[in-house]
């Protein structure tokens, strides 16, 4: 079992910059790929990007690539999300996810934090 706590979302103005973190815990996560997913009022889950947790390379939605950053600390055991440059189009609840390298779905998911961005 994994364990997913993110923090960090709140009321920012566009042109913010904002850096989520996901917490985890449980089992290791070696063989895992950890994911940031958002989604906004009334509309569907979103792929922001990926990571692996060991090697590999990070993945991006073209709506945030250049702008966003997925990064890790595995002593801390923490992912972590920075956007830069956010506009109120970013407003969403983000969403923490982890999946085992060799499955296509992501089946651990955090409580998600709300991010809002005024414009």
């Known amino acids: 079992q994994v364990q997913l706590v993110e923090s960090g979302g709140q009321l920012v103005q566009a042109g913010d910059s904002l850096r989520l973190s996901c917490a985890v815990s449980g089992r290791t996560f070696s063989t895992y790929v950890m994911g940031w997913f958002r989604q906004a009022p009334g509309k569907e889950h979103e792929l922001v990007g990926t990571?692996?947790?060991?090697?590999?390379?990070?993945v991006y939605a073209d709506s945030v690539k250049g702008r966003f950053t997925i990064s890790r600390d595995n002593a801390k055991n923490t992912v972590y999300l920075q956007m830069n440059s956010l506009k109120p189009e970013d407003t969403a609840v983000y969403y923490c996810?982890?999946?085992?390298?060799?499955?296509?779905?992501?089946?651990?998911w955090g409580q998600g934090t709300q991010v809002t961005v005024s414009s």
């Open positions: 996810a982890a999946r085992l390298v060799l499955l296509k779905d992501f089946h651990y």
């Open positions: 990571i692996p947790w060991t090697g590999g390379s990070t």
